[in-house]
């Protein structure tokens, strides 16, 4: 995920009330998560509505 993408996240995040999570984190996530080869699977999404960071 490039830089932009994950500016957009935050700020989508700040303006649904969630915790913030770093750039870092959300990359994690992403490289981390079972789904992340699925194409029905919208890890933007999933990363916008996060409610806290998961444990990794």
Do not use: N, W
């Not at 996240?9 to 750039?23: D, F």
């Amino acid at each position: 995920m490039d830089d932009e993408i994950l500016e957009m996240i935050a700020a989508r995040r700040a303006a649904a009330g969630r915790p913030a999570l770093s750039a870092d984190t959300m990359r994690d996530i992403a490289e981390q998560h079972a789904l992340k080869e699925d194409p029905t699977f919208d890890m933007v999404l999933h990363l916008i509505t996060l409610p806290q960071a998961e444990s990794l």
